[in-house]
């Protein structure tokens, strides 16, 4: 077994996704599935448990698991050691949403071309929401993330920024208007824009609990991008990260409304998984927040 191999199969363990590793890794399917039979014949032993459906790691697939990460992690720093002043080379997935790429993702990229320029950057971009599953799924080597109530145990994260969220309303004429200019809103009959999931469903749900209201769900919406158009457009009201609203290109046909009670920031970080932070091009990434 070679480096190369072991790169291969720790993707692998990774996503435990034939296809994906191949993309990702820049291989065929046929050249994985062979890489990962020679090992097998190497070590003698069966590595992985595969059916139609899924794909799963034996108790020797867990322990060359382990060998190979030390295996990567000692060459990677022997490599260091021998030419301390090379530069790293390689790609980098990140993955963040549309408005992080315009508000947090710019400083740290050009800080990171500037230490790192053989580095290629590969960006995804999408709901925000979808952040931790990217890195989870082995999509994503790092993502800009809103840190989740409950963060895997298996996740690393480091701490960006924090960003406060608002009561959002439109400024046009619509429903939300007659409701909001009563002198006692019936909040339980505004209508609401949410987000499917992630931590923005978490921030509206505790809000509505706080204030006591089974809301009047318009849409349930993927992306803040997305809702914020929504909310300019006159469907209902929402809760927004400022950063979003402030990137918004309506953010003129938008109202910030007072919140009653107290809404919590998003804490922005760096996710990653913990197991890949000695990772040299993730390692060097980590170094620039």
């Given amino acids: 077994m070679d480096i190369r191999t072991l790169q291969l199969y720790l993707h692998l363990c990774d996503s435990l996704n034939f296809s994906r590793t191949a ?27 595969r059916d139609n459906r ?26 260091r050691q021998l030419s301390p002043g090379a530069q790293l080379s ?46 989870q799924q082995g999509s994503a080597d790092v993502a800009i993330a809103a840190k989740p109530e409950k963060l895997p145990d298996s996740l690393h994260f480091a701490v960006i920024d924090t960003v406060p969220l ?3 309303a439109p400024q046009i004429p619509c429903l939300s208007r007659e409701l909001l200019s009563h002198s006692d809103i019936d909040w339980q009959q505004l209508p609401f824009i949410v987000p499917q999931h992630g931590p923005g469903w978490q921030r509206c749900d505790i809000w509505f609990r706080q204030m006591g209201i089974k809301p009047t769900i318009y849409a349930q919406v ?14 209902g009201l929402s809760i ?50």
């Fill in 23 to 49: 993309e990702q890794m820049h291989i065929s399917p046929s050249t994985l599935s062979r890489t990962l039979q020679r090992l097998e014949q190497e070590t003698g032993t069966v590595l992985m448990s």
């Fill in 54 to 79: 899924s794909v799963s790691l034996t108790k020797a697939g867990k322990e060359l698991q382990q060998f190979a990460r030390q295996t990567l992690s000692q060459w990677q720093q022997l490599r």
């Fill in 90 to 135: 390689g790609q980098l997935n990140i993955y963040c949403s549309v408005t992080a790429a315009y508000s947090h993702l710019p400083p740290l990229l050009d800080r990171f071309r500037h230490e790192q320029p053989g580095v290629e950057i590969k960006l995804i971009t999408g709901d925000a929401a979808d952040a931790v599953n990217h890195i």
């Fill in 166 to 168: 608002q009561l959002l």
């Fill in 222 to 235: 993927t992306g803040q991008e997305a809702i914020t158009a929504m909310v300019a457009l006159g469907c």
């Fill in 240 to 289: 927004i990260p400022d950063a979003v609203l402030a990137h918004s290109p309506v953010r003129e046909r938008i109202e910030v409304l007072n919140s009653p009670v107290p809404i919590e920031p998003f804490v922005l970080g760096c996710c990653c998984k913990k197991q890949r932070t000695d990772d040299s091009i993730i390692g060097a990434f980590l170094q620039v927040l």
